[in-house]
């Protein structure tokens, strides 16, 4: 992995002396998503490290970066409410919800509420200026997600690391929602989970990424091998304008395309009447349903070339990964073609690939396979 | 789907008697209540890839040899368990075929065994049997080739005294067409030695690649034995040569210059160098000229040989393309690079040993066919019928001599059977020195019989009659005429579809990939591929090798009739061109200068209009 070089030679308050990295781990409190690995888990959760993965496998995501789990460790240590949050841990009983709900509620404040250290903000604000920079904005609107070590929590759902904070904007905004997504580790089923299984908090660590929001003009799903039938040779795509939730929940008929896998031609197009879509509210942040123009509801909502190097990545994505994947992408609206479209998520495709599936007659010689397919004939329906 | 019931033909008003010009157990029948069910239950479809116009009378003769010849392979010698043979018809002028079924399960099984053991034979021993076949076909070339066809002298010469020959040229005229035609005969009982048997081969692999990747487009999957060297290829190869070797002596300009073969030679002549060239062109003519810018199916199919012009033109655009400093020959290392990552790819991804194992297997046995399906038609339907046709049109000339009929070109207006029969009136009367009767039967006749055919290229026949089948087993029909399910209910869509002109989409078979957008050029016939302009894209009825000039042209290709194995779909693959084929009715819809959107991908064309 790369130096940290922005989080070197940073000023300890506590010691009072001149560190580079974490004093005690020599691990970075800040890093980019591009310096994550899959072997990253540990230092930036699953979520990030995974998209790091990606980018590593030259596939287009979304630039972010990550408060680290070292991050958010000396953010709790700065902030010195360790032993706080520990007293009102003590003695709660799991069983009891309005206790567990005002208990995560006084510790979730208690976090929301403190300040990073100059350190952290520097870091974090420098970050933001960073990859605003690189989206071409003076303020870049980001999602805030927390990205948890998954592997270290089994049930790790109860974790709270499904928080989500989009469209969020400015520094000051990105390291609230930072806090919000650390308190999350803190709900009451989170809490509850832990005494449960008898988990000390001290092995609880969260990881937040703050990735750019992909401004979609047109997103979806797509399957590297062909979901009705397990054809491996094909890349199959499902996309409508928007966000990819109008696809993914089922809200729409999306159009649908199928590409060959290993010559990229598109061999099968269905366009589809498309009444809605999703996209965000420019007051409220948040996305919102709206319905298609009529004059777009039956127009391709993927051009030609952009299914094409979409196709592509997913071969890449496949052949990286070495197995069938389901993948979530996005075209971003505020680039020009030729890097305007981006993996948001990847993970390896289950239906088909738990099936062994054989052809019938398969092992069998050319001439016993040319009489029994001439005995079956060719089906006209 | 409905499709026409055979029975239910109105008779084009002015043909009326129109039957007796072919054999008469062509015809559709109303008076034989088992024949005329079998017909109505039976599916036909047209048979446009070798008749993309109505047939004559004497050519029926190669409908007759294949009729006799798939199916006696099929049925009689190699018993292909599920299919007998191929049965014909003939509606105003137009074949259309019906691949038999054997219906019982019990004969079916019962033909098992003698297909593994048969069919194996030929599987196994396949090289050394095919290489008995190239000499046995060329003896029979030469044969025909050979073959003398005599006036009928006033006097027969002298030496059949001295000689005591005991034979007259009247009994050699007669017995040099029986064997004209037998020789014919002959050609097709080995034209179809091995075509089932490699066709099944190559139908089959495409089909299990098609098990294992279901949305495989068929075009990829036969990209999988492209680049294997065939002599289909070789009369266009000798063209480029010729090109260059014009550019070489300097004698280029008496090419480009001129548009017609009798200038170029005049040019030539008068050039230093020009009579090299001359000898270099002898040499590629034969037999590499013996190309037929049809099909070969049809007389009017003229070859190379026939019309220098065709090959001149072939020739002029090559060096034109050598002078801009393009690249003219076909990219072969790029296609074979492309086949092997294809396979490398395809085969990467299937899930099990086993699979691979008669992936391997399929795949080899479908390299070792894939030289014979193509190289057949070179010797066949080019070399020796170009030889037949120029023979026959030389008995043609003597009964012209003898005022039997009015013109050389007449003469396919008969039957083969009523020209024996001509023959005999003819010889006969020579022999006897009387005027034989059919001076005033034959010209009549075939004044009535051009009204007729006129009539016929006029009608426009449907895709299919009778009741599209549950299953197809035939391999020929499926591979050759594309005949599929999405192929019939396409042609079915077009064939209901009231008005022509508004049509805006055509499907066809994706013969070769990719999109492409140009000017619709259409052309009937080789001739008129001379009018093609670059960039155009050709539309055309079918294609055969003479056409390849057309290739080094156009942006791509669309056919009438084939499937992704038809001339078009092979050559735009090796060419990199898009082509859609068997369109069914491309040349009727589309005309010159459209503007089209062609999609070789997924075997669409939409027309701008």
Redesign the interface.
């Known amino acids: 992995m790369n130096t940290v070089t922005s989080i070197e030679r940073v000023n300890n308050p506590r010691s009072g002396r001149m560190s580079t990295l974490s004093p005690v781990t020599g691990l970075p409190l800040v890093c980019w998503l591009e310096e994550c690995r899959k072997e990253s888990v540990d230092l930036v959760g699953g979520k990030c490290s995974s998209l790091g993965e990606l980018i590593n496998a030259g596939v287009r995501v979304p630039p972010g970066f990550a408060l680290t789990t070292e991050g958010y460790r000396r953010f709790m240590a700065d902030a010195g409410i360790e032993r706080e949050v520990q007293s009102l841990l003590v003695g709660l009983d799991a069983q009891d919800m309005d206790a567990l709900e005002n208990t995560s509620s006084a510790i979730r404040t208690l976090i929301e509420t403190q300040s990073f250290s100059t350190e952290i903000e520097d870091l974090v604000a420098e970050s933001y200026r960073k990859l605003s920079v690189r989206s071409c904005v003076p303020a870049v609107q980001v999602a805030v997600r927390s990205s948890a070590t998954a592997e270290d929590l089994p049930g790790a759902s109860f974790a709270g690391q499904q928080d989500t904070y989009l469209w969020v904007r400015g520094t000051n905004e990105v390291l609230y929602n930072m806090r919000r997504c650390i308190s999350s580790l803190y709900t009451g089923r989170a809490i509850a989970y832990r005494i449960n299984q008898g988990y000390g908090d001290e092995l609880v660590a969260i990881s937040v990424g703050v990735q750019k929001m992909a401004n979609s003009f047109t997103a979806g799903v797509m399957f590297t091998l062909?979901p009705t039938?397990g054809?491996?040779?094909?890349i199959v795509i499902d996309s409508n304008y928007g966000f990819g939730e109008s696809v993914v929940s089922g809200e729409v008929t999306p159009d649908n395309f199928?590409v060959?896998?290993?010559?990229l031609?598109?061999?099968?197009?269905t366009i589809s009447q498309k009444d809605i879509y999703y996209t965000v509210d420019t007051k409220t942040q948040e996305s919102r349903k709206i319905e298609v123009p009529f004059e777009r509801q039956k127009v391709q909502s993927l051009v030609?070339d952009e299914i094409t190097e979409l196709a592509w990545m997913g071969k890449q994505i496949e052949k990286h990964y070495g197995r069938p994947m389901d993948i979530e992408w996005a075209v971003d609206k505020d680039l020009p073609f030729g890097g305007n479209i981006f993996i948001l998520q990847a993970r390896p495709e289950t239906v088909w690939s738990q099936k062994?599936?054989?052809?019938?007659?398969?092992?069998?010689?050319?001439?016993d396979?040319?009489?029994s397919?001439?005995?079956?004939?060719?089906?006209?329906? | 789907m409905k499709f026409p019931n055979p029975h239910d033909f109105k008779t084009i008003p002015g043909t009326e008697g129109w039957e007796r010009m072919y054999p008469y157990q062509y015809q559709f029948v109303t008076d034989d209540p088992e024949r005329q069910e079998y017909e109505e239950k039976a599916f036909w479809f047209y048979d446009g890839l070798h008749y993309p116009e109505a047939i004559y009378p004497f050519d029926t003769i190669w409908d007759e040899a294949w009729y006799l010849g798939l199916s006696q392979y099929n049925n009689r010698i190699f018993q292909?368990?599920?299919?007998r043979g191929v049965d014909h018809r003939i509606i105003n002028g137009y074949i259309y075929i019906s691949p038999v079924p054997v219906m019982d399960p019990a004969e079916?099984g019962s033909r098992?065994p003698n297909?593994?053991e048969r069919?194996?034979f030929y599987?196994k021993n396949w090289n050394e049997l095919e290489a008995k076949w190239e000499v046995k076909m060329k003896a029979l070339i030469k044969q025909i080739e050979d073959l003398p066809i005599s006036r009928l002298p006033d006097l027969e010469d002298i030496s059949v005294v001295t000689e005591g020959l005991g034979e007259s040229k009247g009994y050699h005229l007669i017995k040099t067409y029986d064997d004209l035609i037998n020789m014919g005969i002959q050609c097709w009982q080995y034209h179809f030695e091995f075509l089932n048997l490699g066709y099944?081969?190559y139908?089959?692999?495409l089909?299990?690649v098609q098990?294992?990747?279901?949305?495989?487009?068929l075009q990829?999957v036969t990209q999988m034995v492209a680049g294997i060297d065939v002599i289909m290829y070789r009369s266009d190869d000798e063209l480029k040569k010729l090109a260059k070797k014009a550019i070489e002596l300097g004698v280029d300009q008496a090419v480009t210059a001129n548009k017609e073969w009798v200038d170029i030679l005049a040019a030539m002549k008068a050039l230093p160098k020009g009579e090299e060239w001359l000898t270099a062109l002898e040499v590629a003519r034969y037999p590499w000229f013996h190309v037929s810018t049809g099909t070969g199916w049809s007389h009017a199919d003229k070859s190379w040989n026939d019309d220098l012009n065709i090959p001149m033109s072939g020739i002029a655009t090559y060096i034109d393309h050598l002078k801009k400093g393009l690249e003219i020959e076909r990219p072969m290392e790029k296609v074979r690079a492309e086949r092997d990552?294809?396979i490398e790819?395809?085969r990467s991804?299937i899930?099990?040993e086993?699979?691979r194992?008669?992936f391997d297997?399929?795949l080899?046995?479908a390299k070792t066919v894939f030289p014979y399906v193509e190289n057949h038609l070179f010797y066949v339907e080019h070399w020796f019928h170009t030889v037949f046709w120029k023979k026959m049109r030389e008995v043609s000339a003597i009964m012209v001599e003898h005022k039997m009929i009015n013109d050389v070109e007449d003469i396919w207006y008969m039957r083969r059977d009523e020209i024996k029969q001509a023959l005999w009136d003819m010889v006969t009367a020579w022999a006897t020195g009387v005027k034989p009767r059919g001076i005033t039967v034959w010209p009549k006749e075939i004044d009535w019989r051009k009204g007729v055919m006129q009539k016929f290229q006029e009608w426009s026949p449907p895709p299919a009659i009778g009741t599209?089948?549950?299953?197809?087993?035939e391999?020929f029909t499926?591979v050759l005429w594309g005949v599929?399910?999405s192929s019939?209910s396409d042609w079915a869509e077009v064939t209901e579809s009231a008005d022509p002109d508004s049509i805006t989409t055509l499907k066809g078979f994706?013969g070769s990939?990719?999109?492409v957008e140009g000017k619709a050029r259409v052309c009937r016939t080789a001739d008129d591929i001379r009018q093609l302009q670059d960039g155009e894209i050709l539309v055309a009825p079918t294609t055969s090798p003479s056409w390849a000039p057309a290739f080094a042209k156009i942006k791509a290709a669309i056919t009438d009739v084939g499937g992704v194995m038809s001339h078009a779909a092979i050559v735009c693959r090796e060419y990199g061109l898009p082509a859609v084929v068997g369109t069914g009715h491309g040349t009727k819809i589309i005309k010159t200068g459209m503007m089209l959107h062609v999609d070789g991908?997924?075997g669409v064309i939409t027309i701008q209009r």
Do not use: C, W
Request: charged share 20%; glycine share 4%.
């Open positions: 062909h039938n054809d491996r040779s094909v199928v060959n896998k290993i010559t031609d598109i061999i099968e197009r030609d062994q599936q054989t052809v019938a007659k398969a092992g069998v010689s050319a001439m396979y040319i009489l397919s001439m005995l079956e004939g060719k089906r006209m329906k | 292909v368990p599920p299919v079916i098992v297909f593994m069919a194996g599987y099944a081969a139908v089959f692999f089909d299990f098990k294992l990747f279901p949305s495989a487009p990829r990552r294809i790819e395809y991804l899930n099990t086993e699979e194992k008669t297997d399929l080899n046995t599209a089948p549950e299953v197809i087993q391999p499926i599929t399910n019939i994706a990939p990719g999109i991908s997924s």
